[in-house]
Nanobody, 120 residues
């Protein structure tokens, strides 16, 4: 089993910053891609940022230049630093981790979600 635990959401004013963290634990043999997705009310879940094991990153156009994704391979953690937040960033943010479990079975797990609200 692989578990993901997220932290760091909350309420922030426009222009503010938040940092989300996600820790993966369990019978992990190898983690490939780690990422953050979000889902706003009435909208589909969308990719926000992804990072490969080697550090290559991909961002949604709407967050480029404002958000930064990072990971610690030794600790199996991924973080999302969010700056210059706007009300359009309000959503539930989900961590996603893909890799191999012990026994080389593939996994693709989601965190429980953390609410990010941007409002004055």
């Amino acid at each position: 089993q692989v578990q993901l635990v997220e932290s760091g959401g909350g309420l922030v004013q426009p222009g503010g910053s938040l940092r989300l963290s996600c820790a993966a634990s369990g019978s992990i043999w190898f983690i490939n891609t780690m990422g953050w997705y979000r889902q706003a009310p009435g909208k589909e879940r969308e990719m926000v940022a992804q990072i490969g094991r080697g550090g290559n990153t991909d961002y949604a156009d709407s967050v480029k230049g404002r958000f930064t994704i990072s990971r610690d391979n030794a600790k199996n953690t991924v973080a999302l630093q969010m700056n210059s937040l706007t009300p359009e960033d309000t959503a539930v943010y989900y961590c996603n981790v893909e890799g191999l479990r012990s026994g080389l079975a593939r996994f693709n797990n989601w965190g429980q979600g953390t609410q990010v609200s941007v409002s004055s």
